[in-house]
């Protein structure tokens, strides 16, 4: 593939990954549509909405998805194995037993989940 060629898809991956990101922060229920990504400077209730709820969840979800096409890129790339996955060393289950262990030891009360609930 030519530099050029990469260099397009580069930059046509991340137009559409901004075009993706704009439509997530507009999207919600209620009174706050997607004019209020625009209109989020006049008023302060959508001004919130964006950018303590919408914005924060559109980048925990792009940063999410980045970071789980990484590993899989790494895992793949270590063992050079193209169907390599997260259970090849149970990494994934290693995840699975510390949540679970947290789950135990610190419980899932409402007062601890409570800063989850606005993400």
Same mark, same amino acid.
Request: hydrophobic letters at 55%.
């Given at each position: 593939?030519?530099?050029?060629?990469?260099?397009?898809?580069?930059?046509? !991956?991340?137009?559409?990954?901004?075009?993706?990101?704009?439509?997530?922060? !507009? $999207?919600?229920?209620?009174? &706050?549509?997607?004019?209020?990504?625009?209109?989020?400077?006049?008023? #302060?209730?959508?001004?919130?909405?964006?950018?303590?709820?919408?914005?924060?969840? &559109?980048? !925990?979800?792009?940063?999410?998805? $980045?970071?789980?096409?990484?590993? /899989?890129?790494?895992?793949?790339?270590?063992?050079?194995? #193209?169907?390599?996955? #997260?259970?090849?060393?149970?990494? $994934?289950?290693? $995840?699975?037993? /510390?949540?679970?262990?947290?789950?135990?030891?610190? !419980?899932?009360? #409402?007062? &601890? &989940?409570?800063?989850?609930?606005?993400?």
């Amino acid at each position: 593939m030519s530099a050029h060629r990469r260099r397009a898809l580069v930059f046509a !991956g991340l137009l559409l990954s901004l075009a993706a990101a704009l439509l997530l922060i !507009g $999207a919600g229920i209620g009174s &706050t549509g997607f004019e209020s990504v625009f209109a989020a400077r006049r008023d #302060p209730v959508a001004l919130q909405i964006v950018w303590d709820i919408r914005l924060p969840r &559109t980048l !925990g979800a792009w940063l999410a998805g $980045a970071l789980l096409g990484l590993a /899989g890129a790494v895992a793949q790339g270590l063992f050079r194995n #193209p169907l390599a996955d #997260p259970y090849l060393l149970g990494s $994934a289950s290693g $995840a699975s037993m /510390g949540v679970a262990m947290a789950l135990v030891l610190f !419980g899932a009360s #409402p007062s &601890t &989940t409570q800063w989850v609930v606005r993400l």
